[in-house]
């Protein structure tokens, strides 16, 4: 393209620009049709039908705290739930809702033995189904290896741990709030409800050139090359931006506990008075690490390996981000075959 | 033809240019903010902006209260008096159902299946720790959900159990 041509298509690539940032809220995601199945509090457990379902082991999708779970339903042709509804999978998925300041006083015994307990209870009672596969990812996958651990011989008969913080003393989080310049007593005792704001704040500022010049660059240049990136952009955009509160006591823990004394790890985390020894894990593991997480990087992963109980370990290190990784453009034709292959083989009756 | 290709065009060279610095650029955030002092400068922003936050919100409850007008705390308490209801709810439906399968073994099945699953109960224990309802009891129901969600309604259209 000539400099003039550039010149000419500016103008009209500028105007296009600020319509795909502005009318970012308006793009549709999680558009799946799914059955409410289950609330308990702020918490909704949903399931999404397939109609040439042929495994008979349901899959519960579990997501982090910090962001909603429509990242496994980005938008129609990308999305893994959809995916997995292609499969032949029955699909569950745990949403953690939108904490309030009324929600402060749940901690991670109340998400993993109340509120994923019983989503578990709720998923096989509705499947029929006496074992279920448990997919988790971010935080969602470590509140399910906690689940795991507390209930070895359960339900559970696969666990999949996608981009999972287990171990994350050297990750730049650590460096961050595992200090004690970090006040985080005094950060829960001002916000009963974290504002998700800040928090994702606090992700983009670990990339900031990346997250705050380089993405509009991409998408300004894609515009400008004549390129429709509206549609991927947006979805992303906007499921980038809905982050909701993180209860106070729960965010109290999960700093101390993970950044500060590192115990999931080292064997000292405990829930309603029981240890979550990790070393309990029996189950059928996937483990997925992504090669340019930053925010749960694989070094911070990988001790679990070692540590679990399970004669069926699978570790698959690959490269991407933290979340790019499953919901990146190439997730569909790279990750995602890959997991549905492993999750075949260990479905069936 | 080659040579076309080999010159790039001054306007693609800046953009180069431009692609270059802002690598660069990104490398050296990342750097910074990846120091002990970005850390601590990170901790000591977090604290006073907590600190400010906590300081308004009491001065503005101190002031509501004064007003004798329901502030957000009196909102907060009401809304956990309704969880802690929902919490004690939901574990008495946990163990209606629990006593409604056992019915249902007892009355309508096999004995062979009604031990195996009681089995699979036994196994699959009570991470609870609270004294909630055993651990998951799996029911087959055919994919009917059990009761009414916040915005879903019971699927099946019948009261559970009917």
Known sequence: MSALDTLSRLPRASVEFANVILTTPDAAIGRTPRDVIWTHRQTTLYRYRSTVRSHPLPVLLVFALINRPEIFDLRPGNSFIEFLLDEGYDVFLVDWGEPDEEDADMGLAEFVCDELHWAVRETLRCAGEDELTLLGWCIGGTLSAMYCALNPGGPVRNAMLLTTPIDPSDSLYARWVGGDQFDVDLIAESYPAIPGAGIDWANKLMKPVTNYVTTYRRLFQAILEGRDPRESYQAMAKWVADNPPFPARAYREWITWMYKENRLVAGRLRLRNRRVDLSEIEQNLLVVTAGADHIAPPGGTVPLLDLVASEDVTHLDRPGGHIGLMAGSRAKHEIWPELADWLGERSGR | ?162
Request: glycine share 12%; proline share 5%; no cysteine.
């Open chain 2, 1 to 162: 033809m080659a040579d076309d290709r080999e010159s790039p065009t001054p306007a693609e060279q800046v953009a180069r240019l431009y692609e270059q610095a802002e690598s660069q650029a990104a490398k050296s955030s990342e750097r910074l903010v990846g120091s002990h002092g970005f850390a601590s400068l990170l901790g000591q922003l977090a604290e006073n902006t907590a600190a400010l936050t906590k300081l308004g919100n009491d001065g503005m409850d101190l002031v509501i209260r004064n007003l004798r007008v329901a502030g957000r705390r009196d909102v907060i308490r009401l809304a956990r008096q309704l969880a802690r209801t929902e919490d004690k709810l939901e574990r008495v439906l946990q163990e209606l159902e629990e006593v409604r399968d056992q019915l249902r073994d007892r009355d309508g099945q096999a004995p062979g299946a009604t031990s195996a699953r009681a089995s699979r109960r036994a196994r699959s224990g009570d991470a609870t720790g609270n004294g909630a309802p055993a651990g998951p009891s799996p029911a087959k129901r055919s994919g009917q959900s059990r009761r009414a969600g916040k915005d879903g309604g019971d699927q099946s259209g019948q009261p559970p159990g009917s």
